[in-house]
């Protein structure tokens, strides 16, 4: 006898707030990992990111997935490829695979990301194995192993909020 038996097709679980798995990376980021790919087949990956204030970041992109991020608490400026977004509570980005992206917050908040296939929260889970304090060489071959990559030269540099 299968277990989609029922009619209903396989059970489903619920993660209650504040009952994913927190990543400390030592810094404004702390993902908060919900659902791992390995749970749902490869499917898809998610995580609340928990962020404080955050005045600049490096745009990167994902090579192996896209993503989405939807804004729960705060404000946030996007960049993604070259369109820029700005938007509080309620606000969905789409961040196709390949693209470049970053986002900064004036305000500190949470963003929701769902990737799919899964991946980012995979990556998350692996920084946090590597502590506060990567050296270079293990975050470029964390890079390597994810399909990720940073835009190079002066296009590289942190992206500021737009004034």
Known sequence: MSRFDNGWGADGWAVPPGGGNLVELGGPHRPEILVRGAEVGGELGAFVFHHDVIEENPPHAHHDFMKIAYVLE?????????AEFEGGPGTTVVVPRGSYHTFVTPTGGKLLFVSAPSGNEELFLEMGRLGADPSPGQLLALDER????RLPGDEGRPWRQPR
């Open 146 to 149: 994810f399909g990720t990559t």
């Open 74 to 82: 705060g404000e946030y400026a996007f960049r993604v490829g070259d």
